[in-house]
C-alpha cells in the first residue's frame, strides 16, 4: 500500500464518521477545517483508523497528530 | 525622540486628567448649606472680609452678614459645619487666610463644651474636609482628623464616596456644574433661613461666676487652636453664641474664658447682653441653641455695633467694589419677611397648643 | 492586590514604564523581579516557596528529559505526585490539623502558609513537565526564562493558564514597546476596568441579598433571574480579568490567548466549555480527557462518557471542596455525556429544519441549562442548590410575575446583558477592534479614555459607599 492510498483511505473514514461525502483531505487538513471534528469524535477517528488498518497506536503517535499528514505519516510506518 | 514624545503626551494626559478630576470632584460632592456657604466664601474676591465668624451649627443662622453690611458696611461671613469638630478650626482658619490676609476670626467656643471624641466621626470630619478646596491645608487636616491611615485616601478623593450617590434624592443636577472650581457666590452669604420657633424661659446668668471644667480632650484642643493662633498671629475674637443657655452651661463659659483671656486673648460671652440685644426668648429662638430670623437680625446689630467700636473696619457702603453685598443684602431682606411670616405662623401653632 | 484596585494600577504603571526603558536582556528579570515584589504584596513567604517549587520542576524537567523507559515514568509520576499532594494540603486542607499543631503555639496563624494562586501555577508547571515528556516541547535549559513563566504576575491567581510552549518562546524574542503596542494594551485594561468596576461589581452586590437568605427571593421566574443574574456577573468578573491580564501582557510584549470566546454564542456544552475559561478547558482537555479517552478507546461509546464526567467533576472540584462543586462538575460532565450519545440523532434532526429554527432552539436550551447548572457555583451546598432548583425555580405556579425584583434589578440585569453581548462581539473580533481604536485621531482617543476613566469614577462599584467585592475566581 503507497502512502497515497493510506491518505485515501483515510479520507474514506473519515466521510464515513462524518456522513458526508464531499470531505476532500490532504496533508494539511487539521480537525477544524471539518465541522464536528472535536474531542468526543476524535476518539471515533482513531478506533476507526485502528480497525481498519489493523494497527494499534501509542499515546505517543497521538499526541503528535497536527495534521491529517502526521497521521497517515504514522499508519504508514506502522504498516510498512 | 518618539519616547519624549509619548512621555510628554503622557503628562499632558496625566494634567488634564487631574484637572477634569477635581472638578468633577467639587461637583459631584453633596449639595448642602455648608457646600453653598463654603464655595460662596472662596467666591469672595481676596481682602473683601473683616471678619470670618467659625463655629458649629449655631452660627448657620445667626450671623445675617448681608444685614450688618446695609447697618455699618463692614463684612463679615460664616464658615461653619454642622458639629464642628474642634480640631478642624486652625484649617478653616488656614484656608480662608489664604484669600483674607487680614480678617478676624470669631470662634464660637461653644464647640469646646463637647467632647470631642463624639464630633470626630466620619461625616462631621467630611463637613469641615470635603467643603474645602484641594490643598495642602485639606490634606494636613484629613490627616490629624482621621486616625486610620487605610481610610485617609477615601477622605484625599472624595469623590469615592460620593460618585455612588449621584443619582439619589440629594443627587447632582445640572445646575450643580457651578461648582467646578467650587467657587459659586452664595445668595445669602452663607446665612441659613429657618422658620421654625420655639418658647423658652430667660435665665438670668448674670450672678453666675464659678467654672466648670470643659471636656479634657476639648480643652487641650482650645490649647491648641490658641498655640496655633500665638504662631501665626491670627487675630482671634473668642465667643459665646446667645442661646437659652443654663447656670451650667454659664459655668463652663466662664472656664472658657478663664484659659482664653490667660493667654492674652479676647473673649465676649453673648449671653451676658440678652437686654442689650433685646433678645425676646418667646420668639428668638428656634431650639435651645439655635437662634432664627428674629434672634438673627438682634444679634447681628448687636455684633455690628461691636465690630465697629472694638476694631478698625471701615465703613465700605457706596464702594463699587461691594456692590454685590447690597445685592445680597436686598435678597436676604425680602426672603427674612417671607421667613419671619412662617416663623410668626408657626409661633402661633405652638401657642394654641 | 486586586486586578482592579489602585494599588495594581500603580504597580503596573511603574512596572510597565520601567521595564519599557530598560535594555532587552533585562527585560524579563525585572519582569521576575517584580512578579516576585507582586507575590510578596500578598504575603511575605510566597516568593520563597514559588522558587523553590519552580527549582524543583525545573530539575525534575531536566532529569525526565535525559532519562528513559520505566525511571522516565517515575520521575514524571514523582513530580506530579508532589505537586497533588500539595493541591490537596492547600486546597483541601488535609494536613490543617498538624500544620496547626506546629506553628500555632508561636502565635502564627496557619492560613499565612497557604500560597497565592497556587493551583494556576502547578498547571502550568505540570503541563510542562507533561509536556517534556511527550517530547511536545524542548526542556527549557535556563532557569531564568522558566522561573518567568511560573511567576509572571498578570496571570497571577486567575489565569489564564498559558503552556510553555507558547510562552517560553516568546521570552528572548525582541520587544519593541511603542506608543501604539501600550495603547492596544491598555485599551483591554480600559476595557476590563469598564466591566468589573460598573457592571460585575453592581450586580454581584444585587443578587448577593438574595443568596444570603433564599426564601426573601420568592419563587419562579425570580430565581430563574437571579441565577441568570449570577451567570452574567460570573462572566464579566472573570471576562473582565483576563481582559486586563491579556492587556497588561500586551503592554509588556506577551501574547496570551484570551480565557473566553463569546461563549454565550454557543449551540451545545461541548461547545460552550471550547469558548469558556478556555486555558483550563483545554488544559484538562490535553492531559486529562484525552489520554483518559485513549486509554479507555476499547469501551466505544463509553470512551467518551467516563472521561468526560471525570474530568468535569474534577473541574468542578477544583474550584472547592463543597458538595455544590462536585455537583457543578459532574452535572456539566454528565451533559457532555449526554451530548455525546445523541450526537448522531441531532445531527440528523438539524438537517430535517431550518438552520435558523435549530441553532435558536439550541441557544435557548444552552442558556437555560447553563443558568440552571452554575447556580450551583454560587451555594454553599448541593442542597441549597437543589433546593432552589426544584422547590422555588420550578414552581410554576409563580411564573407570573418577578415582584420581588426592583427596578433597579431590572435595569442592572438588561445593561449587564447588553455589556454581555458587546463583550462577546468584541471578542470575536478583538484585533479588528483595537487596529481601529488605537487609529482614532487624537483628540478622540484622548477623549474616549477620558470619558471611560470617568464613567468607573462615577458609575463604578466602588468606595465607601458600596462594600467591596472580590474577584470570584481569586482564592483559588
Known sequence: MTRDNVLDKVQDILRDIFDDENIVVTNNTTADDIEDWDSLEHINVITSIEKHFKIKFAMNDVTGFKNVGNMVDTIFNKIS | MKKIKFIVKLIIFICIFSVLLVSVSYIVRPQSDM??????????????????????????????????????????????????????????????????????????????????????????????????????????????????????????????????????????????????????????????????????????????????????????????????????????????????????????????????????????????????????????????????????????????????????????????????????????????????????????????? | MAFTSLTFIIFAAITVAVYALLPQKAKHIFLIAASLVFYFWWKAWAPVFIIAYALFNYFMALAIAKSEGSKKRILLFTAIGASIILFFIFRYHILDGILSAIVNPNGIDISILFPLGFSYYMFKSVSYLIDVNNKTFEKVNKFDYFLLYVVYFPEVSMGPITRAVDFVPQISKEKSITAQSINKGLVLVAWGFFKKIIFADRLASLIAPYYSDINTAGNGSAWFLIAAGFLLQLYLDFSAYTDISVGVSKMLGYEIKHNFKAPFFSYSIPEFWRKWHISLTSWLLDYVFTPLQFLLRSLGKFASIIPAIITFTLIGVWHGGTSAYLMFGFLMGLLVAVDALIAKSRKKLKKKMPKALFNTVSLILLTIINIIVFLFMRVPDAQTGLNIIVRHMFDFGSWTAASTLTLEFYIVMALSLIMTIISHILELKTDEFTERFIKLKQPLLWIVYLAVIFAVILFGHYGPGYDPIEFIYMGF
Not at chain 2, 82 to 87: D, K, V
Not at chain 2, 238 to 267: C, D, L, M, W
Request: hydrophobic residues 35%; charged residues 30%.
Open chain 2, 35 to 353: 457646600k453653598d456657604r463654603f464655595a460662596g466664601f472662596y467666591s469672595e474676591p481676596k481682602d473683601t472680609i473683616d471678619a470670618v465668624m467659625i463655629g458649629a451649627s449655631s452660627v448657620s443662622p445667626l450671623l445675617a452678614a448681608p444685614y450688618i453690611w446695609n447697618e455699618y458696611g463692614i463684612t463679615t461671613y460664616p464658615l461653619s459645619t454642622n458639629a464642628q469638630p474642634a480640631a478642624g478650626i486652625k484649617y478653616i482658619i488656614e484656608e480662608a487666610s489664604k484669600s483674607q490676609e487680614d480678617c478676624l476670626f470669631m470662634v464660637d467656643a461653644t464647640m469646646f463644651m463637647v467632647e470631642q471624641s463624639s464630633l470626630m466621626t466620619e461625616p462631621r470630619i467630611r463637613n469641615v474636609v470635603d467643603n474645602m478646596k484641594y490643598s495642602f491645608t485639606r490634606i494636613r487636616a484629613i490627616n490629624e482628623m482621621v486616625e486610620d491611615k487605610g481610610s485617609r485616601i477615601d477622605y484625599y478623593f472624595d469623590i469615592s464616596k460620593y460618585h455612588s450617590a449621584i443619582f439619589g434624592e440629594n443627587g447632582v443636577k445640572a445646575e450643580d456644574i457651578k461648582y467646578f472650581n467650587f467657587q459659586s457666590p452664595s445668595e445669602y452669604k452663607g446665612y441659613l433661613f429657618v422658620e421654625a420657633v420655639d418658647i423658652f424661659e430667660p435665665v438670668d446668668l448674670s450672678n453666675i461666676t464659678e467654672e466648670k471644667p470643659i471636656p479634657e480632650d476639648s480643652e487641650a484642643e482650645l490649647k491648641a487652636l490658641m498655640d496655633y493662633c500665638e504662631a501665626n498671629e491670627v487675630n482671634i475674637l473668642f465667643f459665646i453664641n446667645p442661646y437659652a443657655a443654663t447656670e451650667i452651661n454659664k459655668q463652663e463659659h466662664n472656664y472658657i474664658k478663664s484659659i482664653v483671656e490667660q493667654r492674652g486673648f479676647s473673649f465676649i460671652n453673648f449671653n451676658d447682653f440678652y437686654e442689650e440685644m433685646d433678645i425676646n426668648f418667646g420668639k428668638d429662638l428656634y431650639n435651645v441653641n439655635h437662634m432664627n430670623v428674629y434672634g438673627a437680625e438682634k444679634f447681628s446689630s448687636f455684633l455690628g455695633r461691636y465690630l465697629i467700636e472694638n476694631y478698625a473696619f471701615e465703613d465700605k457702603r457706596g464702594n463699587e467694589d461691594y456692590a454685590d453685598w447690597d445685592e445680597a443684602y436686598i435678597a436676604w431682606d425680602k426672603r427674612a419677611i417671607e421667613a419671619k411670616q412662617k416663623t410668626d405662623e408657626n409661633l402661633g401653632k405652638i401657642k394654641k397648643r
